[in-house]
């Protein structure tokens, strides 16, 4: 019996955007485009006609904007949702947003040629959208409750919340090791908004744009008790402080004698990524060994898992999110599968868990 074919609204301003994108996903057996849409207001039409599985959405275009309309549709008709995001920080801080309101994934759009660019990224971007349609809605994220920053407070060496001094504290030799991908910004900042100031180094690999790591990494530095970089080459990695791959390097953990340093890679994609959440995972394992503590969360695909395994198999203990918590189980799934995780996890008990496993 042929699968059925999730059904794709396409909603863009420009013309060629929106037939680049229908003969990109008609040409995948997985999806039928059912209809485009120049604004959205026709948009919001032709969502009540054909009742789309998954929605493509231009981040800026007349009459009204991508992130207004997102958060009206998230309020009265929740649905995946795709942005189709420019290569610009403007551009990565909407879609940013986005994702906060409850957006999925997003595609880049070329800055220039804009056909040729979307037709290099077509594979990724029907997997994007197909992995979309069957993705989950989950509920709007929410920040710590009092509670719960009396808890982290009481967690940290300063007893507030606030950036940490990296020195003299009990979890200096520790790494955490983080992985995401689809669904993954919003879940790295519910577990690093938790973390305690005086948490141990955290290195992460998201799959992302180069133009969007460095405001990613800057908008969760606003928020976190942690102090948050986008990693540079040879930067020490200290405890109280995060360590994001760019996104066009692969992020190594190496040992530089007594001290871990974060050192960046130009090499090939692996897994069809660079950065590799499966590079970082390999080396964290080779050199930090039994003192990482390694965290799958949400993603599409399988980068990772054989890392993770390594990890493992090297006395670190991994943890990976559990399949309702969530957007895609493909990531965390893999890892479970090829026997690398000791432990599965909503996302909003990870942290607890971390905390209660530096302390050891």
Not at 302 to 319: R, V
Request: with cysteine.
């Amino acid at each position: 019996m042929e699968k059925k074919k999730s059904k794709v609204l396409i909603v863009d301003d420009s013309a060629l955007v929106r037939q680049m994108l229908t003969e990109i996903l008609n040409s995948d057996p997985r999806l039928e485009v059912i209809g485009t849409a120049s604004d959205p207001l026709i948009a919001r039409d032709k969502i009540k006609q054909l009742h789309p599985d998954v929605l493509t959405l231009d981040v800026e275009m007349p009459k009204m904007d991508g992130i207004t309309f997102l958060s009206n549709l998230m309020r009265l008709h929740p649905m995946p949702v795709i942005m189709v995001s420019s290569l610009t920080e403007k551009g990565a801080d909407i879609t940013l947003q986005a994702l906060e309101i409850g957006a999925i994934d997003f595609v880049a759009k070329p800055k220039l040629d804009v056909k040729q660019g979307l037709q290099e990224y077509a594979t990724e971007i029907c997997d994007k959208v197909a992995s979309a349609a069957g993705a989950r809605i989950l509920d709007s994220w929410c920040p710590p409750t009092a509670d719960a920053i009396e808890t982290i407070k009481k967690h940290s060496t300063d007893a507030v919340l606030g950036k940490a001094a990296p020195q003299k504290l009990k979890t200096t030799e520790k790494i955490i090791a983080i992985g995401a991908s689809t669904g993954g910004t919003e879940a790295i900042k519910e577990v690093l908004l938790r973390m305690p100031a005086d948490s141990p180094g955290t290195v992460i690999t998201q799959h992302i744009p180069a133009a969007f790591s460095g405001p990613f990494a800057k908008r969760m530095d606003k928020n976190c008790a942690m102090t948050v970089y986008e990693a540079s080459d040879g930067q020490q990695i200290l405890p109280g402080h995060v360590y994001i791959a760019p996104g066009d390097q692969h992020l190594i953990v190496e040992r530089s004698g007594a001290r871990y340093v974060c050192r960046l890679n130009d090499g090939p994609a692996v897994n069809r990524h660079r950065p590799s959440v499966n590079v970082m995972f390999r080396s964290v394992a080779q050199n930090v060994g039994a003192n990482a503590i390694g965290v799958m969360l949400t993603g599409m695909g399988d980068d990772g898992a054989e890392g993770m395994k390594e990890m493992h198999d090297n006395g670190a203990h991994t943890l990976a999110q559990d399949e309702k918590t969530s957007v895609v189980w493909g990531m965390p799934g893999e890892a479970v599968k090829h026997g690398g995780v000791d432990e599965i996890v909503p996302l909003h008990n990870i942290t607890n868990k971390l905390i209660i496993l530096m302390e050891k």
